[in-house]
């Protein structure tokens, strides 16, 4: 497949296949927002929790797509995507996003998951990115404060994973039942880079460069483990953690996000010094890559590799590339009722049993593919 063709096929699953999902079927028109969830088998659930980070990836996507497409629907989705996560989400008392909210856009659960408020920025700036809009440019800003206020661990150097509503300690911080409670994550400090990079895109402030050049010191000497090449994934409070667990499709991610933020610092002397480290995140990723099962993982491996691709001009990583993208168009695609299945199964079927759209299940990670390659090639 040629650059030409992978871009302009990436284009018309974006367009046909997600976001015309979430656009014809995930709007609710009864209590604001976006439903919280269409199952497997593409049954809506009206009454199921509104999820932060959904929200916010829900936001990115719309935004993205006014930016880059330039048509008024996916504006007019972006805005309303906007107001419902700084209306319903954004805590007025304390600070920061709550976690979940109820069907009817009532507080769940309010604890503050340094997770979720870097993907509220992260939608916020696309939006400013989309429309130039100063006040959601000023919100995202305020996020960033209190991130920084409260979940920065300026003695051990990094962001703890989850407090109370109030910033206090809490026991559990885990994002989900599947992730160890750790209180340092390289989940989180991923997608604390992504936000900030897109923060500081907009809003060249530096104290938001310096936390980027933290942040990315962290991936060099924390979380990067130079004895197989992978990132490690949990920690306690003085970076002591299990080395035995890897997720090759973070790996591949980290590798182009790191390098992104590099180029929107504008720093090359340490883009140089890092480099090293994004190539040896994507070779190491290659065997367990194309085993993987999941959507993300599939969407993120094409544009790592086609990052990598135009890093170093190497063909294999072309290849890779191509790979993951033909494993999407047979497999993933559910071309009757739009979006991606989950996974595939063993036997090679649809899982039906995960959500198609859910607390998890966004429009970021495919969509994010679709926009990287359209403005890449």
Same mark, same amino acid.
């Given at each position: 497949m040629t650059p030409y063709e992978l871009k302009h096929s990436a284009q018309d699953v974006l367009v046909n296949n997600i976001l015309r999902f979430w656009s014809e079927r995930m709007v609710d028109k009864e209590h604001g927002g976006f439903y919280g969830r269409i199952d497997g088998h593409n049954i809506l659930h009206p009454e199921a929790e509104k999820g932060a980070v959904l929200n916010a990836r829900i936001l990115w996507t719309f935004a993205s797509a006014a930016r880059i497409l330039h048509r008024m629907p996916y504006r007019i989705l972006a805005a309303r995507a906007k107001d419902y996560l700084i209306t319903r989400f954004i &805590? !007025? /008392?304390y600070g920061g996003v709550y976690w979940s909210l109820n069907a009817d856009g009532t507080p769940l659960d309010t604890k503050k /998951? %340094?997770? =979720? $408020? =870097?993907? =509220?920025i992260y939608g916020l700036t696309e939006y400013y990115r989309a429309t130039g809009d100063q006040e959601t440019l000023d919100i995202a800003i305020r996020l960033f *404060? &209190? $991130? *920084? =206020?409260?979940a920065f661990d300026a003695v051990n150097v990094g962001y703890i994973e989850a @407090? %109370? #509503? &109030?910033? /206090? !300690? $809490?026991a559990d911080m885990r994002l989900s039942e599947s992730d160890e409670n750790g209180s340092r994550t390289m989940n989180t400090h991923l997608h604390v880079l992504e936000a900030y990079t897109n923060l500081y895109r907009v809003y060249k402030d530096e104290r938001v460069a310096r936390q980027l050049r933290v942040l990315i010191s962290i991936f060099v000497n924390r979380l990067f483990n130079p004895s197989n090449g992978h990132l490690d994934l949990f920690f306690n409070d003085q970076w002591q953690g299990r080395r035995d667990k890897t997720s090759p499709g973070h790996d591949i991610e980290a590798a182009w996000l790191l390098r992104e933020a590099l180029e929107v610092l504008g720093d090359k002397d340490l883009l140089q010094q890092t480099l090293p480290v994004c190539r040896r995140l994507a070779v190491a990723a290659r065997d367990g890559i194309l085993k993987e099962t999941q959507w993300w993982c599939y969407a993120e491996a094409v544009v790592g590799y086609v990052d990598q691709y135009q890093d170093i001009r190497d063909t294999h990583h072309w290849l890779m590339a191509e790979k993951a993208y033909a494993f999407i168009q047979s497999n993933? @695609? &559910? #071309? *009757?009722?739009g979006e991606w299945y989950w996974s595939v199964l063993p036997d090679g079927t649809p899982d039906r049993d995960n959500d198609k759209a859910g607390f998890w299940k966004c429009p970021y990670h495919n969509s994010r593919m679709c926009f990287e390659l359209i403005e890449r090639l």
């Amino acid at each position: 497949m040629t650059p030409y063709e992978l871009k302009h096929s990436a284009q018309d699953v974006l367009v046909n296949n997600i976001l015309r999902f979430w656009s014809e079927r995930m709007v609710d028109k009864e209590h604001g927002g976006f439903y919280g969830r269409i199952d497997g088998h593409n049954i809506l659930h009206p009454e199921a929790e509104k999820g932060a980070v959904l929200n916010a990836r829900i936001l990115w996507t719309f935004a993205s797509a006014a930016r880059i497409l330039h048509r008024m629907p996916y504006r007019i989705l972006a805005a309303r995507a906007k107001d419902y996560l700084i209306t319903r989400f954004i &805590d !007025p /008392q304390y600070g920061g996003v709550y976690w979940s909210l109820n069907a009817d856009g009532t507080p769940l659960d309010t604890k503050k /998951q %340094t997770y =979720a $408020i =870097a993907f =509220a920025i992260y939608g916020l700036t696309e939006y400013y990115r989309a429309t130039g809009d100063q006040e959601t440019l000023d919100i995202a800003i305020r996020l960033f *404060e &209190d $991130i *920084e =206020a409260h979940a920065f661990d300026a003695v051990n150097v990094g962001y703890i994973e989850a @407090l %109370t #509503r &109030d910033w /206090q !300690p $809490i026991a559990d911080m885990r994002l989900s039942e599947s992730d160890e409670n750790g209180s340092r994550t390289m989940n989180t400090h991923l997608h604390v880079l992504e936000a900030y990079t897109n923060l500081y895109r907009v809003y060249k402030d530096e104290r938001v460069a310096r936390q980027l050049r933290v942040l990315i010191s962290i991936f060099v000497n924390r979380l990067f483990n130079p004895s197989n090449g992978h990132l490690d994934l949990f920690f306690n409070d003085q970076w002591q953690g299990r080395r035995d667990k890897t997720s090759p499709g973070h790996d591949i991610e980290a590798a182009w996000l790191l390098r992104e933020a590099l180029e929107v610092l504008g720093d090359k002397d340490l883009l140089q010094q890092t480099l090293p480290v994004c190539r040896r995140l994507a070779v190491a990723a290659r065997d367990g890559i194309l085993k993987e099962t999941q959507w993300w993982c599939y969407a993120e491996a094409v544009v790592g590799y086609v990052d990598q691709y135009q890093d170093i001009r190497d063909t294999h990583h072309w290849l890779m590339a191509e790979k993951a993208y033909a494993f999407i168009q047979s497999n993933l @695609l &559910d #071309r *009757e009722h739009g979006e991606w299945y989950w996974s595939v199964l063993p036997d090679g079927t649809p899982d039906r049993d995960n959500d198609k759209a859910g607390f998890w299940k966004c429009p970021y990670h495919n969509s994010r593919m679709c926009f990287e390659l359209i403005e890449r090639l």
